[in-house]
């Protein structure tokens, strides 16, 4: 009987080693990165501007060591950038993150004012594809680009709500008159590298050549965001943004965030309810 039970854990970390392995990456994988909010169109101005992009096949951004920063413009001004913000992922553990994942920001510049905006958002990356090392498993130089997006916008009173949901859909006859840019890395590899050059990360990618490649440009619309991520990023900029001597918006109520802990915290007892069960089944 004890034998039929020890045979039983050694099938479960069988499984449990094949999911793992599942979920390595597979090269040469593509990394795609958009910004899916806001979309070149009309809105009516707003409290708030989310700024939203996504990155596909996220789990090797860390190796990529992605960042975000933006400008965005008020055209035919001479008032010059309106506001900047950067979204740094340094500390985004990207193996236990869902995937597309979302990088964001707001801002309240856009509140009352009607006019054309331009944003002008910055990619910075890293790779280690020029490595000299003798050691092949391991990278002795690393590299660093930037490569710069464009997308214009207009606040127009009267026009649509300026609504994150609205990234969930895609209409045909708005998406063919929207030039959507966006870049990709073809990662061939990951080597170990020394964690203090990159962010804390311990391995880089290595890019198939060229290196440094034009952003694509296609006449479509960006990626549509799931429901479920419109509505995890618009509670966390909302709780941001209801706080503090000059709150924007009202705070939801304190039971719906109780709410996600006690789901978290039931997730997590199930999974070391798991591994007790499995442990005692091996031994």
């Keep these: ?21 599942v979920q390595a990456a597979i ?14 169109d009309t809105y009516t101005p707003s409290e708030l501007t989310p700024i939203v992009f996504a ?9 990529l060591d992605l960042n975000f920063d933006y400008d965005i413009y008020q055209l035919h001004s001479a008032n010059g950038s309106t506001t900047s913000g950067l979204i740094t992922l340094k500390n985004v553990n990207f193996t ?7 990088a964001f920001s707001f801002t309240n510049a ?21 490595s000299s090392s003798i050691d092949k498993s391991s990278s002795s130089s690393l590299t660093y680009y930037n490569r710069i997006g464009l997308l214009e916008f207009t606040t127009k009173n009267g026009a649509q709500q300026l609504d994150l949901n609205m990234a969930t859909t895609a209409d045909a006859d708005t998406c063919a008159n929207i030039t959507d840019k966006y870049f990709t890395f073809n990662v061939t590899r990951t080597l170990r590298t020394n964690p203090d050059k990159l962010d804390g990360r311990e391995t880089c990618a290595v890019l198939a050549p060229p290196f440094q490649t034009s952003p694509t440009t296609v006449t479509s619309c960006p990626p549509t965001v799931a429901a479920s991520a419109v509505s995890s990023i618009s509670a966390a ?5 209801c706080k503090g001597l000059h709150p924007v ?17 039931m997730a997590w007892f199930k999974t070391a309810a798991m591994s007790w069960l499995v442990y005692r089944l091996v031994l």
């Design 27 to 40: 090269f040469p994988s593509i990394v795609e990165v958009h910004l899916v909010f806001p979309r070149n």
């Design 249 to 265: 918006v009202s705070c939801p109520p304190e039971n719906a965030a109780a709410g996600q802990f006690q789901i978290k915290k």
């Design 1 to 21: 009987m004890f034998g039929s039970f020890r045979q039983l854990g050694r099938l479960l970390l069988l499984i449990l080693s094949c999911w793992s392995t």
């Design 96 to 102: 236990n993150t869902s995937d597309p994942y979302y």
């Design 55 to 63: 990155i596909y096949n996220s789990e090797l951004a860390g190796p």
């Design 110 to 130: 856009f509140n009352a004012t009607e006019s054309e905006w331009a944003v002008v958002w910055n990619l910075s990356s890293g790779n280690c594809s020029n």
């Design 237 to 241: 900029i909302t709780a941001k943004v």
